[in-house]
């Protein structure tokens, strides 16, 4: 079993920063492909941004430019750091890992999610 806990989330400005942390902990062999999804009440869970265990980076059209992700590898840690953000990235963020065992088993993980608020 993969535990992740999420912090940094909070309330922050419209052109403000944010920097959000996802550990890791557990029984952890290998972590795969990890992702910060965002989701308000009344929508689907979207894919904000993922980095690769070799750190190659995706990101969604609206927080291009904007967001950064990144992982420690030997922390087992991932980061989003938020910049210019604005009203609409008001969300519950959640860290979402693919972890491969040793038994050559992929297992999918959630965190809990941690809220973030953008006032205008």
């Known amino acids: 079993q993969v535990q992740l806990v999420e912090s940094g989330g909070g309330l922050a400005q419209a052109g403000g920063s944010l920097r959000l942390s996802c550990a890791a902990s557990?029984?952890?062999?290998?972590?795969?492909?990890m992702a910060w999804y965002r989701q308000v009440p009344g929508k689907s869970r979207e894919l904000v941004a993922s980095?690769?265990?070799?750190?190659?980076?995706d990101y969604a059209d609206f927080v291009k430019g904007r967001f950064t992700i990144s992982r420690d590898n030997y922390q087992n840690t991932m980061y989003l750091q938020m910049n210019s953000l604005k009203p609409e990235d008001t969300a519950v963020y959640y860290c979402?890992?693919?972890?491969?065992?040793?038994?050559?088993?992929?297992?999918?993980?959630w965190g809990q999610g941690t809220q973030v608020t953008v006032s205008s």
């Open positions: 557990g029984n952890i062999f290998s972590l795969k492909d």
């Open positions: 980095i690769t265990e070799t750190g190659s980076r």
């Open positions: 979402y890992v693919e972890h491969f065992s040793a038994m050559l088993e992929t297992s999918l993980y």
